[in-house]
C-alpha cells in the first residue's frame, strides 16, 4: 500500500471554484545566495524548489528564473533603494503565474508544503531573500495591441530580457492615480518602439502569519506598485534608450518614486549558466 494521500477528495475539489487562465496572482521572488554558495543554490533551486515548492502546487501555472550578471548589476538604480540594499542584491529572480480567484486556495498549500519542505532538510539557507512578495495583478499594457502573446503567455514566450520596477505612490491614497496614470499615459509612451513588448503591473500583497522565518513580511503593502517589462532583447542593448530614465517622469508626476529599477535575463534551464559571472 503506498502513502495516503487523500486522493478522494481531488475529484472533488476539482469541481469547485475558478479555473480561468487569467494571471491574477504572480509570486515575484528576488534572492541573493550567499558568497560562495552560487553553485549549490543555483541547483538546488532548479533542480529541486522550482518543482516541488513552486510548480507542483495547485493553481500555480507558469513560471520562470532570471539571472542578473555582475553587469546587469551595476545598471539597476535608484543607488538607495527601498527595496535592495545595497542595490545591486539579489541575482537571482523567479516568477510565477497564479491562478484568478485560487489565492487563499494556493496560499494555504504552500506554507504546509513549505514547512514540510523545510522540516525534511529541502530547503536551502545559506540565502537571503531580497524582495519576495505574492502580488495581485492590477492591469496590463502591450505595445502592440491585439498582436502578439498576451499575459497569460508571458512566462512560457522565449522572451530575452524582463526588467523589474518598483515604484511606491506618495501615500496610499495616491496609488489608484498613479496606477490610472501609468496605465493611461506612461507605461503606452514607454512601450512605444521600445524592445518591451508589455509590462504588467501588480501590487503586493501581506503574506500570512505563519509564513517562513526566513522570509520577511512585505513592505509597501499599501503604497507599492511592482512592474514586469517583458522584453524581446537583451536588456543591455535598449538599457540606455527606454529604461535608465524611468525614474525622471514618476519624479516629475508628483505621484510617486522609483525604488528599483533592475534588469534580468533568462536562466537556461538544466545548467549552470550565468553562475560564474554574479560576481
Known amino acids: ?18 479555473y480561468g487562465t487569467h494571471p491574477g496572482h504572480a509570486l515575484i521572488t528576488m534572492v541573493e545566495p550567499h558568497p560562495g554558495h552560487e553553485y549549490a543554490y543555483n541547483r538546488w533551486y532548479e ?27 551595476l545598471l539597476r538604480y535608484p543607488e538607495k533603494s527601498a527595496v535592495a540594499q545595497p542595490v545591486t542584491a539579489g541575482c537571482y529572480l523567479s516568477t510565477y503565474w497564479i491562478t ?28 537571503t531573500h531580497v524582495f519576495t512578495a505574492f502580488q495581485d495583478h492590477l492591469a496590463t499594457v502591450y505595445r502592440d495591441g491585439a498582436a502578439g502573446p498576451r499575459d497569460v503567455h508571458a512566462l512560457d514566450h522565449p ?20 496606477l490610472e496614470w501609468l496605465r493611461a499615459r506612461q507605461l503606452p509612451r514607454g512601450l512605444a518602439g521600445s524592445a518591451a ?6 501590487r503586493p500583497t501581506p503574506l500570512p502569519g505563519d509564513r517562513m522565518s526566513y522570509v520577511k513580511q512585505v513592505e509597501g503593502v499599501d503604497t507599492r506598485l511592482t512592474l514586469l517589462w517583458f522584453l524581446q532583447a537583451d536588456p543591455r542593448e535598449c538599457w ?23 534588469p534580468f535575463i533568462p536562466t537556461v534551464p538544466g545548467t549552470d549558466t550565468y553562475v560564474d559571472q554574479l560576481r
Open 159 to 178: 522572451y530575452q530580457g524582463l526588467v523589474l520596477e518598483v515604484i511606491d505612490a506618495e501615500g496610499a491614497e495616491r496609488r489608484a492615480e498613479l
Open 100 to 127: 484568478d480567484g485560487r489565492y487563499d486556495d494556493h496560499m494555504k498549500w504552500t506554507v504546509g508544503i513549505n514547512k514540510r519542505l523545510n522540516r525534511d532538510g529541502r530547503v536551502y539557507q545559506d540565502r
Open 197 to 202: 513588448a508589455m509590462v504588467v503591473v501588480f
Open 47 to 73: 533542480d529541486d524548489h522550482y518543482y516541488a515548492g513552486a510548480m507542483a502546487m495547485p493553481w500555480m501555472y507558469a513560471g520562470r528564473r532570471w539571472a542578473a550578471t555582475r553587469d546587469l548589476q
Open 240 to 262: 540606455s534608450e527606454h529604461f535608465a530614465h524611468h525614474a525622471d517622469a514618476v519624479t516629475e508626476s508628483g505621484l510617486g518614486r522609483v525604488e528599483l529599477v533592475a
Open 1 to 18: 500500500m503506498g502513502e495516503d494521500t487523500r486522493s478522494e477528495v481531488y475529484a472533488e475539489l476539482a469541481a469547485l471554484g475558478p
